[in-house]
């Protein structure tokens, strides 16, 4: 029997604000929570759907300050010292510990494909926090599995910004391999270049870049994993390169999204994916719809042969 896919119930993160007029809305994961359920039942995929839970000091503590931690976590600020808000400081803390759980999912082997779409803050640095995002779940999940579990860990984030902070965050990590695609000369204005020898890869385009170069760009992150011997992939699915978007240039289409999804899980059909929605600004229509689409695509075509998850040295 297929396993089940597990995915966070995104409605815990409707209430999600940075503004009334702020790019970031809240409803985008109710939205995506509705549809996902739908594309599931036509396509047979058995869900599993978690309520999160609030990330713990220790988590938040592999990759980021103490002062910080305790600013979001006990003086509930979020961006700034006049930021200051229980619910929003809980919510953030949420998103990443929602994403802790769906790795010990995939760490259980009780599924191999994990979703949070409210996950994948990739902005977050190690004390303080950036571009919307406030504490780095992609690099927490990274280091738990590679440190605590002996494995490899591939990031594949097509955003449309710069995954700067899970970038500078797993740097240091040999086990940990970062792939960004994204917009050249806009926000953070990072990711220009490479360091190979930190399985550090940046793929910046310059704006009106559309499907083939998405396509060509995801060719390689596969490769590279494949000579990296990843054992898990974790994806950061931002919808903002969408060519509706207003935060980018890019060009991409719904069906060019859908393409990437199929590649990456013709590409590795055993592996487990744990994938975190990133970034996406329509979030009435092509934000969900991407998320949807793209995670329904991983979680379908999933091959349960020979299904684990390998520790380091093994095939």
Known sequence: MKLPTYVIDADFFKNWSLGANHPTQGRRYSNVKELFGELAEKRDVNLV????????????????????????????????????????????????GATVQMLDALLEKRTLTAINFAGAKHHAQYDFPSGFCVFADLAIAADIATKDHGLKVAIFDFDGHHGDGTENLCANNPDVLTFSIHEYGIFPGTGLKSDIAKHIYNFPLPGQSNDTELGQATDLFIQYSRNFRADVIF????????????????????????????????????LPFLIGGAGGYQPDDRTPEIWAKFAIEIAANACEANTKISKKGKS
């Open 235 to 270: 994806v950061a699915a931002g919808a903002d390169g969408h060519i509706d978007d207003p935060l980018t240039h890019l060009e991409y289409t719904v069906p060019g999204y859908v393409g990437v999804a199929q590649k990456l899980r013709a590409a590795f059909p055993s």
């Open 49 to 96: 759907v978690v309520e999160p839970r609030t990330a713990t000091y220790d988590e938040l503590a592999k990759v980021h300050a103490p002062n910080f931690i305790i600013d979001v976590t006990q003086k509930y600020l979020r961006f700034d010292s006049i930021d200051a808000n229980k619910e929003q400081a809980e919510i953030a803390s949420m998103m990443a």
